[in-house]
């Protein structure tokens, strides 16, 4: 169980972290900075491209193929290009916040990957506390994007911020209320430990628990189908209509650096993070990254895209109750003695409360349209 | 706690990703409601009716391909009938039946990118559009058999068209006939029955059968009103009459009617396209027209059913060998007028896919 003494330092002398490292914290801390700002970035180009092929695939089309061996080199592309365009910043944008925006929208995606280990004990910082770091975290950068909205003085920003903020407030308590089942069977908030614990991916404990944080992570990175925040049909492209050059390539990293941070959360909580047979772990971390973000690249192909009424109503009266059911249901499981040896009875029995719950819930209690009952 | 807002005016457009081409909305809005919108347009103005009356009759074809440029070949021949209206030219029997099958493709292939545009702004991104330009594609390179161009065809003449259908085309066109139900159905298994796209259409801008008669509309969006009003029955213009089709008709008017209305009226397309297969004649294509035509004194008014809505030519003749005037009436600023009515109350997004669901061409709308 979690004893909650939160001391960042303890982590230099923990078992987490392998005692035959070199140096002391600082080391290991430069290190890992170094290991994941190369591994995110790294990341964002491959998901871009898997992105845009995958998107292409889907839409029958080719995708870019002209750059590098099957257009490998395009993200390359796309980075050089945006970095060489001029930085355009409107008259009447309020200067310092508009600097300011990209800047603190992109760090808290790069400090998310602080507590999620590539491997067992391979992590900048071992937080027993680490799944409420990630929540607390993964929120900031909205201070960003509502920055950046509001600095550009633009009517389609200042929209498509405000819808952000909407956003962000209503998905916060789902995904967290869908994390704390996880953290009931676990026993822990450290997610080295949630990984160790899980004999079997959480995503077969808590198939509920997983489609809400997958629901609420898509909404929390403006992925479709809740991408109402930068809808391009509709507010342009929201909060950063206004942002060229350097700036705008911020933007779009952040895009993509928080959608592989949510997919690597998702991959941690749910599918077992780094364990898997014959591969190295961190191999098998990341094919879970693109696994969970093919995902997202999917559901954004297919679906249309909801109205900003139709999405708070969707978090309150579906998501909402839906998280609060689930974690009902997982604590009665917790307190009733989980039985371990039985735990195939128990994805079995958990797959079939979903079902029914989804069902149910979305035949009687809730519709997308108007999200009342009668309409 | 009362906190003091005020609308705000939000230029939508003239560049805009989805005003389908250079039209502004001046959209007051009272946070993410609309409270009134005014359509702004001439951006595209070119002074096509205006530029008619210095051209001959059969120069005037190549302007009406500029009109609704994503149907020309209904533009041409919705000109072409006022010309032979006005001349009194009897076009003959082969030449009649290819232009019917070929304004039925014009129409799909129109109707297609209004559907996927429609899907566009919904925010389904890009797969149905593209699905259905797949479509399209396969419609151009038949266009592009009989007329040599892949958008703006030039292909009717006054008295017939302008060549017989090529070797290929008739194969080309049967494969196309008997791959289209099939993609038809793939498209309506993708979206037709989404729950956001329900959600999202459903009930969202309503547009009574009698607001849509006052207002003159017509076409898809005065048929997904419930008004059973298409000139191809109405007014059977060409040979029409010949064929065995349904018009269908929707109940609500809200915007998933006029969805499904204009995938309806592909299928129904997809027969008449069927049967003029299958009645092809022999024979000339082209009337004996001289090649500078000398209407007599007087003026004619054609229409036809344009995959938009009613598309009308109004023609003066002065016996010269140009008309004296040429009136256009564009089913998409007919149908445009509706907006406002449409859109009051509603959110932004509902703005989008609402203009998105009326289905314009700026081309048309401005001239």
């Known amino acids: 169980m979690a004893t909650f003494d939160f001391n960042i330092y303890n982590l230099v002398n923990s078992q987490a972290v392998p005692p035959d490292w070199p140096g002391g914290f600082w080391w290991h801390w430069l290190f890992f900075t170094v290991v994941i700002i190369g591994f995110v970035l790294t990341l964002v180009m491959g998901v871009i491209y898997i992105e845009r092929r995958g998107m292409g695939r889907m839409q ?77 975290i993964s929120s900031v950068s909205t201070v960003g994007i509502f920055m950046a909205g509001w600095g550009s003085s633009n009517k389609y920003s200042l929209l498509g911020a405000m819808r952000n903020v909407a956003a962000i407030v209503s998905y916060e308590i789902p995904m967290v209320l869908a994390i704390a089942g996880v953290v009931l069977i676990a026993g822990s908030l450290s997610l080295n430990q949630i990984v160790m614990a899980q004999n079997v991916p959480f995503v077969l404990l808590q198939p509920l628990g997983f489609l809400l944080f997958f629901a609420a992570g898509c909404a929390e990175i403006n992925r479709s189908p809740f991408d109402l925040m930068e809808a391009d049909s509709e507010i342009v492209a929201g909060f950063h209509t206004e942002y060229s050059g350097m700036k705008f390539a911020m933007f779009y990293l952040v895009e993509y650096a928080e959608a592989v941070a949510i997919s690597a959360i998702i991959a941690t909580l749910f599918l077992g993070g780094w364990k898997g047979p014959i591969l190295p772990p961190w191999l098998w971390f990341i094919i ?88 | 706690m009362a906190v003091r807002t005020e609308p705000f005016v939000l230029n939508m457009g003239p560049v805009h990703p989805s005003t389908h081409g250079v039209f502004r909305m001046r959209a007051t809005l009272d946070g993410e409601v609309v409270v009134d919108i005014e359509p702004v347009f001439g951006y595209l103005h070119r002074g096509i009716e205006k530029l008619t009356e210095q051209r001959t009759y059969n120069g005037i074809v ?34 009649e039946y290819i232009r019917v099958i070929i304004a039925e493709l014009q129409r799909i292939a129109a109707l297609l990118i209004a559907v996927g545009a429609f899907l566009n702004d919904c925010g389904a991104y890009f797969t149905p559009f593209l699905y259905m330009f ?25 008295g017939g068209v302008s060549q017989d259908l090529p070797e290929e085309f008739m194969p080309a066109l049967r494969k196309f006939m008997d791959k289209m139900p099939h993609y038809m159905d793939e498209y309506d298994q993708l979206l037709m029955q989404n729950e956001i796209l329900i959600a999202r259409a459903k009930g969202v801008g309503i547009l009574s059968g009698e607001q849509a008669i006052n207002c003159s509309a017509s076409g898809p969006v005065l048929r997904a009103s419930g008004v059973n009003w298409d000139i191809r029955k109405a007014d059977p213009y060409s040979i029409y009459d010949r064929f065995d089709f349904d018009i269908p008709t929707q109940t609500t008017g809200d915007c998933y009617d006029r969805y499904r209305q204009r995938v309806d009226e592909m299928r129904q397309s997809l027969r008449i396209i069927q049967q003029a297969m299958e009645q092809l004649p022999p024979g000339p294509v082209r009337a004996e027209v001289p090649h500078l035509v000398r209407p007599p004194v007087g003026e004619a008014y054609a229409r036809l059913e344009a995959p938009k809505g009613e598309l009308g030519f109004y023609l003066v003749s002065d016996n010269s060998i140009a008309p004296d005037r040429c009136h256009i009436r564009p089913p998409s600023l007919i149908n445009l007028t509706a907006l406002r009515d449409m859109v009051r109350g509603w959110k932004v997004a509902d703005l989008i896919i609402i203009f998105g669901s009326i289905d314009i061409t700026v081309g048309e709308i401005d001239r």
């Open chain 1, 60 to 136: 029958s089309r080719l995708g870019p193929n002209r750059t590098g061996p099957f257009g490998l080199l395009q993200p390359v592309a796309d980075a050089v290009k945006v970095l060489l365009k001029e930085n355009i910043v409107p008259t009447a944008a309020d200067k310092l916040v508009h600097w300011l925006a990209p800047v603190i929208a992109f760090a808290p995606a790069l400090m998310l990957f602080a507590v999620i280990p590539f491997e067992n004990g391979a992590l900048l910082a071992d937080l027993n506390i680490g799944i409420l770091y990630v929540v607390a």
């Open chain 1, 288 to 375: 879970k990254i693109i696994l969970v973000f093919f995902a997202m690249v999917w559901t954004r192909t297919t679906l249309p895209r909801i109205r900003i009424d139709q999405l708070m109503a969707f978090a309150w009266k579906f998501l909402f109750p839906m998280s609060l059911l689930n974690l009902f249901i997982t604590a009665l499981q917790v307190l009733a003695g989980w039985p371990t040896e039985l735990a195939w009875v128990m994805v079995i029995v958990n797959i079939a409360v979903m079902v029914v719950m989804v069902f149910i819930w979305s035949k009687f209690f809730f519709r997308l349209g108007g999200g009342r009952l009668e309409a």
């Open chain 2, 62 to 95: 190549p302007l009406t391909d500029r009109l609704d440029y994503i149907s020309s070949m209904s533009n041409n021949l919705a000109y072409c009938l006022a010309v032979e209206k006005l001349a009194g030219i009897k076009v003959p029997e082969r030449a």
């Open chain 2, 134 to 158: 797949r479509e399209r594609e396969k419609i151009v390179d038949l266009f592009e058999m009989v007329s040599g161009q892949r958008l703006t065809y030039n292909y009717m003449r006054v």
